[in-house]
């Protein structure tokens, strides 16, 4: 009994991939693979002219000065200079003759 249902899956199964595989399956696929190789000549053409853009960019570049970077960069602070700011009314902790004053301003808004 097991055995004659087991020769009936496999018989069904054998005729469902014999059907599948018919001609008129072949004959859309050869279209479907056809159009995916046009699509690919497509890209790999639009690849290459990316490559001489690519290509005319990098000697277009090469024959043009560098760009002076000193000017665009803003001048450095000076670790040696002393600032002078006036304390006013301002809260103080400390000595008024410190040689060092720290002074925190905060904007509460």
């Known amino acids: 009994m097991i055995k004659s249902k087991i020769t009936r899956l496999f018989?069904?199964?054998?005729?469902?991939?014999?059907?599948?595989c018919s001609v008129e399956n072949n004959e859309n696929s050869d279209q479907t693979i056809n159009e995916l190789k046009d699509g690919q000549q497509v890209i790999l053409k639009k690849i290459a002219s990316l490559e001489k853009s690519i290509a005319n960019l990098a000697v277009s570049s090469k024959n043009k000065p560098a760009p002076n970077n000193k000017k665009q960069q803003p001048p450095k602070a000076?670790?040696?200079?002393?600032?002078?700011?006036?304390?006013?009314?301002?809260?103080?902790?400390?000595?008024?003759?410190?040689?060092?004053?720290?002074?925190?301003w905060m904007d509460f808004q």
């Not at 018989?11 to 599948?20: N, V």
């Open 11 to 20: 018989i069904a199964g054998t005729a469902g991939l014999l059907i599948s």
């Open 78 to 104: 000076d670790p040696n200079k002393v600032y002078n700011v006036e304390i006013g009314d301002s809260f103080t902790m400390g000595p008024k003759n410190a040689k060092v004053t720290i002074i925190e």
